[in-house]
């Protein structure tokens, strides 16, 4: 980690000519400079190669090689003790011949497995980097995380780790590896690539393999695909790279990890297959996303558009827009082994009495699992480069000033402040700040690069939002849903102060006392703020400044006002509850929002309560609270009908409606606190 | 049908025969009453036998006893220094120590002086043979005698030459409130003879090693009678002589004795052909303040009840003392034949033997070394002795790497040794190589298999070496499935390394393993590991929390606790784990039961109940 902003410190990297940004150095200025031809042909030194997997030690294959192609990757994946005896195990309970199941798991290994190779790799890197530099002022990378990567990829197996906030992630990143001599990653997919004609087949060639999104019942396939990815950590030739949070985040918030391939990668640790696993949590933040406006519509249920070539094509507009510079962050590798041992409670002699081939986590695993993932998406927003737009959006958001325009000097003086204050709270150590600029130039320069958002009025000296026509309730919503998103980045700084300031304000108590409160909304917003600690405590931040606690405040609420539409949903329809899946309700809520918005566009902050996402959050917070609880067949179907307890669920409605109301005293509307910072 | 009458054409006849039988049965032992008077005081072994510095560049081994004796070994101090940072410059002598600087008896029970000087008992209270029956052979035990002194010695050795006056003095001892540590051949690594350091008593060593007859050889059944003190290489020696063997040997063969096999479980390397010490017990006569335990016959098995040996064994000094046993004996072999086959890697070598043990056709013993240890071995050859010898090397090595293209830092090396009649051994030796091709292993000739062996009584020696030269080093071994073999031996070398580096060691450590023994259902695994401490504050200490992380990984890794060193109480905190609660409350409940006053108090496996001096505690409570 890094402290204050690293602004003032461009420089060139001594070693390499380029340009350093603080802990930074920026990978497009050499292309721009040279061309990519020689890049892609030169070769690569000393890439690293884990130690644990040399000498004849490993039980992996007869012949040890530095590089393993392929096929030899699945013949191993298909001839391997564990795939066989639980091919062997299904086999015998379902009569079904074991020459059939084993032509199933080939099958299945064909559609899955990559093609990594180096000319494609070299190739498609040639087009990355041409696009690279037209549309990015700069690609960022931490060298120190480059550094540990390196030394890492040199010992044990290595787990990367991204954040996924756009389809550029694991092109970058690729890029990044090949750039720094590092070990090309396998790249674990969501299918719907593979469909795409040419691209499908060029992206396995760089390395990705392509996992179907739902196969919790289906045993070849489950087998097959963990099977598949332990073999790749116990040979640790190249780096396993997954998306812990499923699929990209269409929010700019942090999703709910998913377990299930970090899972297969821990097993081999706890199976002690592999002396250690490094993970690498990789935050990458963009200035601009290339997806940002297709995520609002897809947050306003709008259909997502199916990934095809000729829509890739259609893309090519996005060409000639600029999107800012991207910053990727290498943490620390997290060794597995110091984890579980600060961790505790894990014993992994549990194992000893049944065969290796009967591998299965216990409770204990799983738990600490879990709490893994969500230490992964910690470490992620913790390190995530912030653009000063993200402070200007949550600033323009907050208790709805950017209704009207709001004047440049005094959002100026409220973007220094909150920049200097959130700084000093220490969560915010990576902003990326302009240092050469005033504040006033950096607000210009941000409304020159979010033009589609917000704009600068230079006969008035105010910035305002860009908004559609009233009548368009969608497009609305939908610019609404952009901002937001940035504002998002910066939610896991003021979370818990947030919580903090809602469970402590008087009159949303009801009665219940601050920590239960406070334990309430924690459980209510679990999958909306994943990075909330679980720590059994409330935290005491009675001596947070107010202006910081109402800044918290007000970029909480769009939140709990879109927890309060699902609950007055839930109350005025109380059949829906036992008819509907978690999405439906979110839509009925949506549909209320909606309806709200028509007859009162003023109601701020209840704009994001049409994020379906949202919602669906609210919807799991509501189960997670036990007022829905899924009714027995339900719960195997999997889809609709939870009983509701519609006295809690009033209850919470209490609780949350004080907290979803505009307070008078908003940021901007104080002067008298500003003398007390 | 034995081989009686034949044999008693070759031999003298009649009377004279019973008498050279009788000379035989009763000769002296090879090591004195007075350890002192042969053996090195503060390190392994004989006093004449050690590495020692020639010149500046080479080690040679002193003495006349082993193999290696008298040669020099040029490539040693080379590897001393790429595997363990170690410098020939760079010396850290033992500190002396007098004898008078050997601290005198802290308890002297007075009843119990009295009355062994009554019974005739023969015992001493000087301060060498007092230390030397005070510790056994671990790392911080060797360091302590280097370095320091211990807190506490046993106040008083004595020695009993029969199972008579081991009941005698195990009575004497209850009654006075004395207690007393069994003492064999003092090469315990488990902290098993240490004095506890709350205890308050008088702590006496029984030293068992004057009880070292042979009592009787039964042919016609093939079991012989010993008494518990006698000496792996006496034991072998005498029967040697006699046409037979026991076929027992542990790599502390020339030290340790029969009681202290029993008592810890042991294992030795032809387990193969002749089995575990659990194998070869027909029956044991054991003491404990309670009675004498043993069974009523000799059959070869019996189905009543919970076997008691399996009490005794492993027992550890913590419930009586062994004094009388009775083992198989086996004819001597015709033919003894060493082996040796090299593999691509250890991988491979891991694989060939677990199809021997599959087929159940391992020769008497098969033990594969890692690449680590093949270039240990490598270090220790003495210089060509002629420029054929350098030829024949020369073409081997290029046969090896260049023919068959094995990587020198990667292969591995089995030794093997076959023993039987000549028409068994060459079948065997045949069937096994065989295997081996079937792995991509080729033979590597005998003579490295005669070396790899008698490595193993050389290389006790060696920590002595690196202790002059601030290099610390232990073994340490454990059992596995067949399953977990190659992972738990990468794991736990890693573990070992990486704890090492963690603690600040920043000269390579050496961390090597070998399989030693095979099983039908797993393996056996010995590992070395050794550092160079210099610059480091307490390296005794260090060299504790990279073994215990290291028995950590071995237990995570589905190992055992120990194949056959035992728990004594280095080991003690995984006990428990290891056995579960209900199986330590019953050996407790035995314990207790045998010897209610905690006379055989040297708190090995756990720690008596209400303290280390269950005893001194109650009075207190008076």
Redesign the interface.
């Known amino acids: 980690m890094f402290n204050g902003s690293f602004s003032d410190t461009w420089q060139a990297n001594e070693k390499t000519g380029r340009p350093r940004k603080g802990v930074f150095e920026d990978l497009v200025d050499e292309r721009r400079q040279r061309g990519d031809l020689g890049w892609v042909l030169r070769t690569r030194r000393s890439v690293p190669s884990p130690a644990f997997c040399a000498a004849g030690t490993s039980a992996a294959s007869a012949a040890i090689k530095s590089s393993k192609s392929p096929a030899d990757i699945n013949r191993d994946v298909l001839s391997s003790d564990r795939l066989t005896y639980g091919l062997r195990e299904i086999s015998l309970e379902t009569g079904r011949p074991m020459p059939e199941l084993m032509s199933e798991a080939g099958a299945i290994l064909d559609e899955m497995s990559h093609c990594l190779s180096m000319f494609a790799i070299r190739s498609f890197g040639y087009a990355v980097a041409k696009v690279m530099k037209r549309i990015y002022r700069g690609v960022f990378v931490n060298t120190e995380g480059i550094t540990q990567l390196r030394k890492a990829c040199s010992e044990y197996p290595v787990v990367l780790m991204p954040m996924h906030r756009s389809y550029a992630d694991f092109l970058l990143l690729s890029l990044v590896c090949y750039d720094y001599d590092l070990p090309l990653p396998a790249i674990a997919s969501a299918m719907d690539f593979m469909g795409m004609q040419l691209i499908g087949s060029i992206l396995r060639n760089c390395g990705a393999f392509f996992i179907r999104r739902s196969f919790a019942t289906d045993r070849v396939y489950w087998l097959t695909f963990v099977e598949y990815v332990k073999t790749h950590v116990r040979d640790g030739l190249h780096p396993v790279e997954f998306f812990i949070e499923g699929t990209r985040s269409r929010t700019g918030k942090s999703l709910y990890p998913k377990t299930g391939m970090l899972g297969a990668i821990l097993e081999s640790w706890f199976m002690c297959e592999v002396p250690d696993v490094y993970l690498v949590p990789v935050s990458i933040s963009y200035d601009r996303t290339l997806e940002q406006k297709l995520y609002a519509y897809e947050l306003l249920g709008v259909p997502k558009p199916k990934e095809s070539t000729s829509g890739l094509l259609k893309a090519r507009a996005l060409l000639d827009e600029d999107f800012g510079s991207v910053h990727f962050y290498f943490d620390q590798p997290i060794s597995l082994r110091k984890f579980a041992t600060e961790y505790g409670g894990v014993d992994r002699s549990v194992h000893s009495l049944a065969p290796k081939v009967k591998a299965q986590l216990t409770d204990a695993e799983t738990r600490m699992l879990k709490a893994m993932a969500h230490h992964v998406v910690s470490r992620h927003c913790l390190n995530a480069v912030v653009s000063p737009f993200c402070l200007l959006a949550a600033l323009l958001l907050a208790d709805g000033r950017a209704c009207r325009p709001v004047p440049l000097t005094e959002l100026a003086a409220d973007l220094e402040w909150l920049r200097l204050r959130l700084a000093d709270v220490g969560s915010l150590a990576s902003l990326d700040w302009p240092a050469q600029l005033s504040t006033e130039a950096v607000i210009a320069e941000q409304c020159r690069l979010h033009s589609d958002l917000v704009t600068l009025l230079t006969k008035d000296q105010a910035v305002a939002l860009v908004t559609a026509p009233d009548s368009d309730l969608e497009a609305r919503a939908a610019q609404r849903l952009q901002l937001s998103s940035y504002r998002n980045h910066i939610m896991c700084h003021v979370i818990e102060l947030a919580l903090y300031d809602a469970a402590t304000l008087k009159s949303s108590d009801g009665g219940l006392g601050a920590a239960a409160v406070f334990d309430t909304l924690r459980h209510l917003l679990h999958r909306e703020f994943p990075t909330i600690s679980d720590a059994e405590e409330m935290p005491d931040m009675a001596d947070a400044l107010p202006r910081l606690r109402n800044f918290a405040r007000a970029c909480l609420r769009p939140s709990l006002a879109g927890c309060s539409q699902v609950c007055s949903v839930l109350l005025e329809q109380p059949e829906l509850a036992a008819q509907s899946s978690e999405r439906h309700i979110a839509m009925a809520a949506q549909k209320r929002a909606f309806a709200n918005l028509v007859s009162n566009p003023s109601l701020w902050d209840d704009w994001e309560s049409v994020s379906l996402d949202l919602l669906v959050n609210a919807v799991h917070g509501l189960h997670r609270l036990r007022i829905l609880t899924k009714s027995r067949g339900a719960a195997a179907t999997g889809d609709g009908g939870s009983s509701c307890d519609f006295e809690r669920l009033r209850r919470l409605h209490l609780i949350l409606d004080p907290l979803t109301r505009t307070q008078p005293d908003g940021v901007h509307e104080v002067p008298s606190t500003r003398s007390r910072l | 049908s034995m081989p009686d009458d034949s044999k008693s054409d070759e031999k003298p006849s009649g009377s004279d025969k019973e008498t050279a039988k009788d000379s035989v049965f009763k000769r002296p032992s090879v090591i004195p009453k007075h350890r002192q008077d042969l053996l090195k005081w503060n390190g392994w072994g004989y006093q004449d036998s050690q590495f020692a510095v020639t010149n500046q560049r080479t080690l040679t081994f002193t003495g006349q006893r082993y193999q290696l004796s008298g040669s020099e070994m040029p490539a040693l101090v080379e590897w001393m220094e790429k595997a363990l940072g170690a410098s020939i410059d760079q010396r850290s002598p033992a500190k002396f120590t007098r004898p008078e600087n050997i601290p005198p008896p802290v308890q002297v029970n007075a009843d119990f002086m009295s009355a062994i000087r009554q019974l005739g008992l023969s015992h001493s209270d000087a301060g060498p043979d007092r230390l030397f029956r005070g510790h056994g052979h671990t790392l911080e035990e060797m360091f302590t005698l280097r370095e320091g002194m211990f807190p506490r010695l046993p106040d008083l050795v004595v020695w009993p030459t029969s199972h008579r006056e081991v009941v005698e003095l195990v009575n004497l001892a209850n009654r006075c409130g004395v207690v007393l540590i069994p003492f064999g051949g003092g090469t315990s690594v488990t902290g098993a003879l240490l004095c506890p350091s709350g205890e308050r008593r008088m702590i006496v060593s029984l030293d068992t090693s004057q009880m070292n007859r042979i009592l009787w050889l039964d042919e016609r059944n093939l079991i012989g009678r010993f008494e518990a003190g006698i000496i792996g290489q006496d034991l072998e020696a005498r029967l040697a002589e006699l046409g037979y063997c026991i076929g027992h040997e542990p790599d502390s063969l020339e030290f340790s004795s029969l009681g202290g096999w029993v008592a810890t479980r042991a294992s030795g390397m032809k387990k193969n052909v002749y089995g575990n010490i659990e194998d070869l017990l027909v029956h044991v006569t054991f003491v404990t303040p309670t009675g004498v335990i043993e069974k009523s016959c000799a059959a070869p098995r019996v189905s009543v009840g919970p076997d008691v040996h399996h009490l005794i064994m492993g027992s550890e000094g913590s419930l009586g003392v062994v004094t009388e046993v009775t083992l198989k004996i086996r004819p001597l072999p015709q033919t003894r034949r060493y082996g040796s086959l090299v593999f ?5 070598g891991v ?1 060939c033997l677990r199809e021997l043990a599959l087929r159940r056709c391992a020769p008497a013993s098969v033990r594969l070394m ?2 680590e240890q093949f270039q240990f071995g490598h270090a220790l050859r003495p210089a060509a002795s002629g420029w054929t010898t350098a030829f024949v090397d020369a073409v081997k090595r290029f046969y090896v790497t260049r023919v068959r293209g094995f990587k020198p ?4 090396v089995a030794t093997l040794l076959y023993e039987g009649t000549p028409e068994e051994v060459a079948q065997q030796e045949a069937l096994v190589n065989s295997i081996a091709a079937n792995h ?1 292993g080729i033979s590597g000739g005998e003579e490295n298999g005669r070396r790899g062996y008698m490595l193993t009584f050389v290389i006790a020696y060696l920590r002595d070496l690196g202790l002059d030269y601030y290099c610390v080093g232990e073994s340490f071994e454990t059992s596995v ?1 067949w ?2 073999v ?6 736990v ?3 070992i390394k ?1 704890e090492c580096r963690s603690r600040g060691v920043t000269q390579p450590v050496l961390s090597t393993c070998r399989v030693t023994q095979t099983y039908d259902a797993g393996a056996c695994v010995y590992f070395y590991f050794a550092y160079n401490y210099r610059g480091l504050p307490d390296p005794v200490h260090l060299y504790e929390e990279v073994e215990n992380a290291a028995r950590d990984e071995i ?4 190992g055992s606790l120990s194949h056959h060193h035992g728990v004594g109480k280095i080991r003690q905190r995984w006990y428990s784990r290891s056995v579960s609660e209900p199986a330590v409350a019953a050996v407790r409940a035995v314990k207790s039961r045998l010897d209610p006053n905690n006379v055989f108090a040297c708190g090995n496996l756990f720690e008596p109940a209400g303290g280390p001096d269950g005893q001194t505690e109650q009075k207190a409570k008076l």
């Open positions: 691509a890697d250890f991988a491979s694989r890692d690449n830092d990667e292969l591995a991509g499935p399953d977990r190659l992972d738990l031996c990468r794991n070398k890693l573990r990486e237990l995570a890794n589905g």
